[in-house]
């Protein structure tokens, strides 16, 4: 299985959160592939630069503890921003809506806690 993580896991996994779900655990330590994306860094580094985001660690070093991690990283593509034309109204935060675009693109399972999120598609996993 190809996973690709929601902000909120990604933080989660990164900190070594007791908040990280037991079942999203075992999908991400069972996982074939499991990705990182651009769009999880500009979340991140936005919401802390404006004081809506508490991070036991510094942004700045993200991309080293996503690569200690052993996740990939997900570049956002053209494609991925086409594919926003075709997502429903559910859900109208940006960068939910990109990560949501690239995992039907890839396709890669989008694992996220946001219940709206999972209303996209069959392939986004809510733990």
């Known amino acids: ?3 690709l993580l929601d902000t909120h896991i990604l933080i989660w ?6 908040e990280l779900p037991a079942s999203a655990r075992t999908l991400i330590s069972s996982a ?3 990705f990182a994306s651009t769009a999880n860094i500009w979340e991140i580094v936005i919401k802390k630069s404006i004081g809506k985001l508490d991070l036991q660690f510094n942004p700045q070093d993200l991309l080293p503890a996503i690569e200690e991690s052993g ?3 997900l570049s956002i593509k053209p ?3 086409i594919k926003l034309m075709d997502l429903e ?3 109208r935060d940006p960068f ?8 039907l693109v890839e396709p890669l399972h989008l694992v ?6 999972r209303r996209y598609s069959a392939n986004i996993i809510e733990v």
């Open 96 to 103: 939910d809506r990109i990560l949501i675009a690239q995992s």
């Open 13 to 18: 996994c990164l900190g070594e959160s007791k």
């Open 1 to 3: 299985m190809r996973l």
């Open 112 to 117: 996220t806690c946001d219940s709206m999120v």
């Open 71 to 73: 996740f990939e990283m």
């Open 32 to 34: 074939d592939e499991v």
């Open 79 to 81: 494609e991925h921003t």
């Open 89 to 91: 109204d559910h859900h």
